[in-house]
């Protein structure tokens, strides 16, 4: 069964990750979804494919009421990210969903109406959560073409999406990097293979190293932190990606 636990809480500001189940069926590749809060509304990024919906859920329903959800942040157009869209949009017909732009004629095959995109400019932009300003982070070709990572400047978290990806073994359980060498031996094909871009790379790498991070949050596999963060970023500066796997 999945679980939402917190990982950042100050007063009424609280992040969440509903993470990877060791549960779930070994043919879906498995996922981390957070849940940022603020003043009691959240907003939800990366929510799962529809197979997981259930317990995604049923993971946020014992946490806390999925009714204070205002909006979704699709990263990209995978499966994996955004195809429980359309039964989000049973619960709450409402909700919008925050994406890049490039998706934006793609991602409604997955459901919704013309009101339930906002769709994210390539340059990035500011979303509101009832008081707290998020910053979309540009992220394209990392993996996807259209690609978006979110920041919280007062948290000090960027959820990175497929960055900082590991695939780990189903015995490593823990939410948190605690070997670094070890995960990024895990992440290491992933993002030669999935990351499409080096200059879009070195890119990134520049970006974010100019922001505050205290966790660097991926859709797959263990957040980093702390001195993990910066490691990482170096680690990634360094790695040739867009290849086929040696
Ligand atoms: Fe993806």
């Keep these: 069964m999945k679980k939402a636990q917190t990982i950042f809480q100050q007063g ?37 494919g529809m197979e997981i919906f259930p317990s995604v859920f049923a993971a946020i329903c014992a946490a806390t009421n999925p009714e204070d959800i205002v909006a979704l942040f699709a990263s990209h157009q995978d499966p994996d990210i955004i195809s429980s869209l359309s039964l989000w949009l049973e619960f709450n017909p409402e909700l919008p969903c925050y994406i890049p732009w490039l998706w934006t004629g793609f991602i409604p095959h997955f459901g919704g109406n013309k009101d339930t995109f906002i769709p994210i400019p390539d340059p990035g ?41 590991a695939l780990l073994p189903a015995d490593e359980t823990n939410i948190f990097v605690y070997d670094f060498d070890k995960t990024i031996k895990s992440a290491e094909g992933f993002h030669r293979r999935w990351m499409g ?36 970023i170096n680690w990634f500066a360094e790695l040739e990606v867009g290849v086929l796997q040696r």
């Excluded at 993470?19 to 996922?31: C, G, K, S, V």
């Excluded at 871009?197 to 797959?220: F, G």
């Design 197 to 232: 871009s080096n200059y879009a790379k070195q890119n990134w790498c520049e970006r974010v190293s100019k922001l505050d991070i205290d966790m660097l949050c991926p859709q797959h596999g263990a957040i980093f932190q702390g001195a993990d963060v910066e490691r990482f």
């Design 125 to 165: 932009m500011s979303i509101q959560l009832n008081g707290l300003e998020l910053k979309t982070i540009p992220a394209h070709y990392l993996h996807s073409s259209g690609n978006s990572n979110l920041y919280d400047p007062v948290a000090r978290i960027l959820f990175s999406g497929d960055i900082g990806a």
């Design 12 to 48: 009424n500001h609280i992040w969440r990750v509903v993470a990877r189940d060791p549960e779930r069926p070994n043919y879906l590749i498995d996922t981390n979804e957070y849940l940022i809060s603020y003043n009691g509304k959240s907003l939800l990024t990366d929510p799962g």
